[in-house]
């Protein structure tokens, strides 16, 4: 009794602030979803829904010291089966064979492939004999032909000849399902082309979304015309959210700096541009003596730099950082309208509450873990200073203790995030961003917004080649720090369970009131401390084949040099290994022939690539293992590109009894987005077609 007597008085001195806690008890609902094996039944939601109902009518009717436990609970069954609703909501048809041949759609998305091809996204496909019911609502394909780009315009119906395959599975297993992100953006399949693109039809605006989508990409290439090269394409990626036209050396360069976060339309922009404006126009107002003595001037300003904000949202297009951003702004400024406090923590739990809301598939991302990772820890730091003297510096003092403040903090809040995503740490972040985000500010914002209003009289050419100054010097900047030794170091994947337990750390510091919030300290350091002894598979097998990759006392070793290269860099990365595929490849104790072999504890790992060496294959013994893109017989485990269809990538590790093998398919278990393996085949009979 004592114990509960304890718990009751924590949580009543936890009374008023008790609210932001409400976005982790739903994301911990829609994490529960995410991570389950099997696909949950009807009865589970039934069941959940029933238990939200009656916990909802006893914390209403029966308030007792268990409340905000139980209305923990019935927000996390919400979050669950908000996940579960959203799943069922986007479902559509996505290929379940490899198709090559006539592909027809409309264009509704333009941007560049991690090669740095241009790649669009066509829907009301067409697919030559497949039925209607078939036919993936969107397709994604990449140019690779030899002939240039070819002009695509938003709307535009085209025809070409391409290869398409459903979006693959997880490139290791446990690793990124791309399966599960292609299912919430309706992608029912990927492909490329090699091919001319042919014109199909006029272009078809209908709709407002396609409109706001036509009118984005003629004003970023508006911008481009304007301000050419690499300038032009940041410029655009900063105003109207189209990386189209920015290349990988830049972009590349400023993820080792960590300036990528300027060319997403985030925070920072939704922010500065929400108060350029709002100063701007309170300015204006207070020179006009009429308005001034007989209006609100401030809240009219507030109004006029949310009107801003939320053109500036649709002209984005719409990513989960800037849905955030602008929540948070209009939030703020509608705390201005009504005499409110503009920045807190309750702002923050409100913006995750109605992102989450709308896309719970967002918590799995990491640019909306990175995005209210900065937030929270930003709004808990200046709200923790708020109030605090700082006479003693002075006025340009300040200002510059604020920005390296700002970027200390959310460098450091988005570290672990950045890190566990992506692999790497940029060593010196906090000297480009202090150089960088104040340019930003001060330069390319109020320059994008002068353009933006001296456009209808065309005259925006001025303000976008001062907008281009500042980019130029951020760009200087980006490629001079990544220039540097260590600037990016590599780092390996944590488990999976190391995130969740620093990120639960770290808001238990932020958000419990009292002295045991430093208890939050436990698990941060806990995670922190075991990501380095993440254990890595001594051996992976992609989900084609194509690849096999054996741990060596020199890091992975890699069957090829070349081939696959997306997929090595992925276990390189994951590895924290900053070797690129073919000195991956070198590590390989055979240099010559056609079948690759690897001898771990006294069983050989065989990998077979090829019709070539499945010609020269001679045959295995009862304890190999043969990787093979080509059918094969033996009396060995032989895994060939059909089998490999139906179980994705390997993990294999050797046991008392040879070798144990972990498939995608058994770690992803059962789920909407991975439901239906693969069929092989380039052109699949109508069987295969489901007809």
């Known amino acids: 009794m004592r114990k509960l007597a304890w718990v009751e008085t924590a949580l009543w001195g936890q009374r008023g602030h008790l609210f932001p806690w409400a976005p982790v008890c739903v994301a911990a609902g829609i994490g529960g979803y995410f991570a389950l094996r099997i696909e949950p039944g009807l009865t589970v939601f039934a069941a959940l829904a029933g238990f939200v109902l009656c916990g909802g009518w006893i914390a209403w009717r029966r308030p007792g010291a268990y409340t905000p436990c139980l209305i923990a609970l019935v927000l996390a069954a919400v979050g669950f089966c908000l996940a579960g609703a959203r799943a069922h909501q986007v479902a559509a048809p996505k290929l379940d064979f490899r198709y090559y041949g006539p592909v027809e759609g409309r264009v509704v998305g333009l941007d560049r492939s991690a090669s740095d091809a241009l790649r669009i996204t066509l829907d009301q496909v067409r697919l030559e004999d497949v039925r209607p019911t078939k036919v993936p609502a969107r397709v994604r394909l990449s140019f690779h032909g030899k002939g240039g780009e070819p002009d695509i315009r938003p709307g535009q119906r085209i025809m070409t000849t391409a290869h398409l395959s459903p979006p693959p599975g997880p490139a290791e297993p446990g690793g990124f399902d791309f399966r599960r992100h292609a299912w919430f953006q309706e992608l029912g399949a990927v492909g490329y082309t090699r ?346 097998v992609a989900g084609n084949a194509g690849l096999v990759g054996v741990m060596t006392p020199e890091g992975r070793a890699l069957s090829k040099p070349k081939g696959a290269g997306f997929v090595a860099g992925i276990w390189l990365e994951n590895d924290g290994d900053a070797a690129d595929q073919a000195r991956a490849a070198a590590r390989w104790p055979q240099t010559d022939g056609l079948i690759r072999t690897f001898e771990i504890d006294g069983a050989r790992l065989i990998h077979v690539p090829g019709k070539r060496a499945a010609r020269a294959f001679s045959g295995c013994g009862p304890g190999d293992l043969v990787i093979s893109t080509e059918p094969l017989v033996g009396a060995c485990e032989i895994y060939d590109q059909r089998r490999l269809d139906g179980t994705g990538s390997l993990l294999v590790r050797i046991g008392s009894a040879g070798f144990e093998i972990r498939t995608a398919r058994q770690i992803s278990g059962t789920r909407l987005w991975n439901s239906a393996a693969p069929k092989r085949g380039a052109r699949s009979t109508g069987a295969d077609r489901g007809q």
């Open 195 to 540: 091919v001319p693109v042919l014109t199909a039809g006029a272009p078809d605006a209908t709709g407002l979304g396609m409109r706001i989508f036509t009118w984005r990409m003629a004003l970023s290439a508006a911008i481009r015309r304007h301000l050419p090269g690499d300038t032009g394409g940041f410029a655009a990626a900063v105003t109207t959210g189209d990386r189209s036209g920015v290349a990988q050396a830049p972009l590349e360069a400023l993820r080792a700096s960590n300036l990528a976060h300027l060319l997403a339309i985030s925070g920072l922009h939704m922010g500065l541009l929400a108060g350029v404006t709002f100063g701007g126009l309170r300015l204006a107002l207070a020179l006009i003596p009429p308005i001034a003595l007989r209006w609100p001037v401030k809240k009219l300003a507030a109004l006029g730099a949310l009107l801003a904000a939320t053109a500036y949202l649709a002209l984005s297009g719409g990513n989960v950082a800037t849905e955030r951003a602008f929540i948070m702004v209009a939030v703020a400024l509608m705390a201005v309208l009504f005499n409110r406090r503009a920045l807190s923590l309750r702002a923050v739990a409100v913006a995750a509450l109605i992102v989450l809301a709308l896309r719970p598939e967002a918590l799995m991302s990491p640019g909306f873990q990175m995005s209210f990772a900065a937030t929270t820890a930003l709004v808990a730091v200046f709200t923790g200073l708020r109030g605090r003297e700082q006479g003693w510096m002075p006025r340009w003092g300040q200002a510059v203790f604020g920005v390296i403040l700002s970027s200390a903090v959310a460098g450091l809040a988005t570290a672990p995030v950045g890190a566990a995503h992506f692999n790497a740490l940029a060593s010196y972040g906090l000297i480009a961003n202090v150089v960088s985000v104040p340019v930003m500010g001060v330069v390319v914002v109020p320059a994008a917004v002068a353009a933006a209003c001296l456009s209808p009289f065309g005259l925006s050419g001025l303000a976008l080649q001062v907008m281009g100054l500042g980019l130029d010097w951020i760009l200087a900047v980006a490629q001079t720090v990544a220039s540097w030794d260590g600037a990016r170091r590599p780092v390996v994947a944590p488990e999976p369970w190391v995130l969740p337990v620093i990120a639960l750390g770290a808001l238990w510091v932020i958000l419990w009131q009292g002295r045991l919030r430093w208890l939050g300290v436990g698990p941060m350091v806990l995670g922190l401390a075991l990501w380095p002894q993440a254990e890595r598979p001594p051996a992976l």
